[in-house]
């Protein structure tokens, strides 16, 4: 096979290249052109070296140099610190740290390198997953931490009553919950769940049972709508316990009054908004903090609301599915129950793409559904038109629905810059009824619950993201209504047909991983927070497991003499246990 090979500035090397000579290219190679365009060139084939590192430059700087400097550096007298337990180095058989730069840079063979990377790789994921295992330490310690007295017939009561029986996720869940308030140290678990599984509940009976042991609840939600929704669920369910809500649009006076009820201790839940952070609102008695859609929501704001009580048991709620690999790393300082299973009488959504051409089909979808007086969302992935893009915005789709309706059905418009009241002004008129269509971004993507809205119609759908995607879709199938979504899109999307092939949240999670790469996974973290040089937690997961492991035993067996023996993790300690 001939190959048309292009190399620039090195017209010195062409008397020692002839015919037989073995070299070694390095650059790109088009298979359309069958041409490869080098970067470098060796005067030698691959008997010499069997692996060439390749170094991403920046202007200024040759490969040559760089490499020369590095060479130097690694065969001076530098000292380079082991960071892995000797004991752990020992049981594995790693080759020290030195050696591995080394073979990292300057490669002897296949083995070497192979080993060289299992040893960073450890020592990168070892020293990660020690800090997580720390920090979940720390949010536990506390001294003469009260044991909530939880006794069996609580529960049994709280689950007669219910009208709807709990999925096995979820009483596992519960279960969870339960040991956390009957051990001596503090409950700091994340409810991870899929899209309508039913977290929510939990969440309730475990005010319920902190209540039964003498101690009041907060639960913390994102906006007035969803505050609201969980506050009127609650009284609905349980109207035997004295139940508050806090939220910014209440008067003075009406804030004054809960706020002085809940200082004398006449309030058990208090459920509300970011209106529940202020100074004045004060608690007699709280023994659990509950925050929905956690990631809304700052460090500081969540630990702001636990500090208004002495060792308060928290809970976070999360209706974002994540892999297990990546909630290991994202949410390894908590306690994880998650809640996989949809409870029953739900239907899977069907999940359909369309065709912008097709839009009079579109309609007759919308159309049907409007005329079993179900309501519809359609979410739109722009506020208001834009020269530089061909999106559709909010106002075009208003007005090609308004057009083929011929004024038959009400239309209403939400979005970001909407000021809080008209939004959830909008919203209640929505889950009323007395709108039958709602024509939205993304803002409509959590937490809210219309249990007759059964479709959703998504334009431009390639445009998001699996997560919202699926965040979206699951507005709908609330009930046991047959429930459908629709994804309207002209281009070819990996993503458009994972949706259609699956509902499940944590499948879908899956994918997104292997599409998009750990950066900012379904939008939890920011992508800084999971950057390792060498390590890969999609691909080097067991190594992952197997360091989450060894760090929890080193950390047990170490703690209490301060890690005399290992100054590089008592520094770590020092820092993480005296940082508030």
Not at 301 to 309: A, E, P, S, T
Not at 510 to 532: I, P
């Amino acid at each position: 096979m001939n190959i048309n090979v292009a190399i620039f500035n090195r017209a010195y090397l062409s008397r020692n290249i002839f015919i037989g000579k073995n070299i070694t290219l390095i650059g790109k190679y088009s298979r359309i052109k069958n041409t490869f365009t080098a970067s470098d060139i060796k005067l030698y084939g691959l008997t010499k070296t069997e692996v060439e590192p390749v170094y991403h430059m920046i202007n200024g700087l040759k490969t040559a140099s760089l490499k020369k400097t590095i060479y130097n550096i690694l065969n001076s007298n530098i000292e380079i610190k082991e960071i892995v337990p000797e004991y752990l180095s020992d049981k594995y058989e790693f080759i020290d740290t030195k050696t591995a730069i080394k073979e990292i840079h300057f490669p002897s063979n296949t083995n070497n390198i192979k080993q060289a990377k299992l040893k960073l790789k450890y020592e990168e994921l070892f020293a990660f997953m020690f800090k997580i295992n720390l920090m979940k330490f720390k949010n536990q310690i506390f001294d003469n931490f009260v044991i909530k007295n939880i006794k069996p017939e609580y529960l049994d009561a709280i689950i007669d009553c219910l009208p709807f029986a709990l999925t096995s996720d979820q009483l596992d869940a519960i279960k969870d919950i339960i040991n956390d308030f009957t051990h001596e140290r503090r409950m700091n678990r994340l409810i991870l769940g899929d899209v309508g599984s039913g977290k929510t509940i939990v969440s309730f009976i475990a005010m319920l049972l902190n209540q039964k042991s003498g101690y009041q609840s907060a639960m913390l939600a994102p906006t007035e709508v969803l505050a609201t929704q969980h506050y009127d669920n609650f009284k609905n369910l349980f109207p035997n316990v004295t139940t508050s809500l806090l939220v910014g649009s209440q008067t003075k006076k009406e804030k004054q009054q809960i706020i002085e009820e809940l200082k004398q201790g006449n309030i058990d839940v208090l459920i509300g908004t970011h209106a529940i952070l202020e100074e004045d609102v004060e608690f007699k008695n709280i023994g659990l903090v509950i925050t929905d859609e956690q990631h809304r929501f700052g460090v500081n704001q969540r630990k702001k609301l636990q500090n208004k009580g002495q060792a308060v048991d928290v809970l976070y709620m999360s209706a974002t599915p994540i892999p297990r690999t990546y909630a290991l790393t994202i949410y390894g300082d908590m306690d994880i129950s998650m809640i996989k299973q949809k409870p029953s009488g739900r239907k899977e959504i069907i999940t359909k793409q369309y065709k912008f051409d097709e839009m009079k089909h579109i309609v007759e979808e919308i159309e049907e559904e409007l005329s079993l007086n179900h309501q519809v969302y359609v979410v739109a992935p722009l506020i208001e038109e834009n020269e530089e893009t061909d999106l559709n915005d909010i106002l075009k789709i208003e007005g090609i629905l308004k057009d083929n309706f011929k004024n038959k059905h009400n239309i209403g418009t939400l979005h970001g810059k909407m000021k809080s009241l008209d939004k959830d002004n909008i919203m209640n008129d929505f889950k009323s009824g007395s709108l039958e269509v709602l024509i939205s971004t993304t803002v409509i993507e959590v937490g809210v619950d219309v249990k007759n809205a059964t479709m959703i119609a998504i334009f431009n759908a390639e445009r998001f993201g699996l997560a919202t995607l699926h965040q979206l879709r699951g507005r709908v199938g609330r009930n046991s209504l047959q429930s459908k979504c629709l994804l309207i899109s002209d281009k070819e999307s990996e993503r458009l047909h994972v949706l259609e092939e699956s509902n499940d949240g944590f499948y879908i999670s899956e994918c997104d991983f292997k599409l998009r790469g750990s950066g900012d996974l379904f939008g939890v973290r920011q992508s800084g927070d999971m950057v390792f040089k060498i390590a890969d937690i999609h691909n080097d997961y067991k190594i992952l497991l197997q360091c989450k492991a060894d760090s929890q035993e080193f950390l047990d067996n170490n703690i209490e003499n301060n890690f005399k023996d290992y100054s590089y993790y008592q520094n770590i300690v020092d820092q993480l246990m005296n940082n508030n």
